[in-house]
């Protein structure tokens, strides 16, 4: 069993950055597909990175060339620095772990991921 808890959230104005970090613990965290999903108020949760236990990530569209994902497992972490921060990026953001994927990213969807923290928020003013 993965447990996962996000720190790092706060508000901040366009152009700003943040580092989120969740701290990853369990059997299986070494071998979890680890993600950084957000959900702003009205709108579905959506995907913003992931990361296998290979240390390769991918990311949305929305955030590429400005997020970055990262994970030490040593540290039994995982981090998402943000860069150019957009108010757009408002939202609570989870990290999550697929833990039936053998460590590969079986998909960005929400329903890979089965295990989630209880969120950070992250405001960006204009």
């Known amino acids: 069993q993965v447990q996962l808890m996000e720190s790092g959230g706060g508000s901040v104005q366009a152009g700003g950055s943040l580092r989120l970090s969740c701290s990853v613990s369990g059997d299986t965290s070494s071998y979890s597909c680890l993600g950084w999903f957000r959900q702003a108020p009205g709108k579905e949760r959506e995907g913003v990175a992931r990361?296998?236990?290979?240390?390769?990530?991918t990311y949305a569209d929305s955030v590429t060339g400005r997020f970055t994902i990262s994970r030490d497992n040593t540290k039994n972490s995982l981090y998402l620095q943000m860069d150019s921060l957009k108010p757009e990026d408002t939202a609570m953001y989870y990290c999550a772990a697929d833990v039936r994927g053998g460590g590969f990213c079986r998909g960005g969807s929400v329903s890979y991921f089965d295990t989630w923290g209880q969120g950070t928020q992250v405001t960006v003013s204009s």
């Open positions: 990361i296998n236990k290979y240390r390769r990530p």
